[in-house]
Each structure stands twice: as C-alpha cells, then as structure tokens.
Nanobody, 119 residues
C-alpha cells in the first residue's frame, strides 16, 4: 500500500501564506505525479496544482501566480506554497499521488488538511 501524509494547513488572514507538504511512503517503485486538490461543502473536488516526476506543472487558473507546487523526488514529497491567500481559497486540501507498483499505476489520496483564510 501507499500512504500519503499531509501537513501545513491552518488558519491565516487574507493576503497571508501557507505551505502544505505531502510525503508518500509504503510499497511502490516510483511516484509518477503528485498534486493537490481542494473541496468545499457542496462543490466538486477541483485540481489546484500538480507536478510530474520530470517537473512539469499544471495549475488551476484561480491560483496561477499565487501558488507554487514543487517536489523532492528523493523524499517522495510534494509542496504547495500558497501566497496572497484569499477567503475563496478556504477548503480541505488533499494530496494525490500516482504510484507505480507491481501490476500497474495506482492513485492514492491523503486524508486532507483544512485551510481557512479569514477576511
């Protein structure tokens, strides 16, 4: 199995910054891609940002220029630096990883971490 351990959520004022971290551990050959999704009550989960093992990144339009995703392949860790936070960024942020294991590629999710931005 693969476990994803998230950290870094919390409460911050609008305009502030937070950094999320997510580390993958367990049984896998490699992690092809890692990313962050977020969800608020009554809404579908949406992609915030993702990064491949090779470093290709993808961002939601709503966070471009404010959030930066990066990863440390040696540590199987992905980071999300969130700057200029807005109240509408408030959500549960979940880490996602595409892991290569015997038998194929599998997607795993973390439990989620709450990010609350006050106005």
């Amino acid at each position: 199995q693969v476990q994803l351990m998230e950290s870094g959520g919390g409460l911050v004022q609008a305009g502030g910054s937070l950094r999320l971290s997510c580390t993958a551990s367990g049984s896998f050959f490699s992690i092809k891609a890692m990313g962050w999704y977020r969800q608020t009550p009554g809404k579908q989960r949406e992609l915030v940002a993702a990064v491949t093992k090779g470093g290709t990144t993808n961002y939601a339009d709503s966070v471009k220029g404010r959030f930066t995703i990066s990863r440390d392949n040696a540590k199987n860790t992905v980071y999300l630096q969130m700057n200029s936070l807005k109240p509408e960024d408030t959500a549960v942020y979940s880490c996602n990883a595409l892991a290569v294991r015997a038998g194929g590629d599998y997607t795993y999710w973390g439990r989620g971490t709450q990010v609350t931005v006050s106005s």
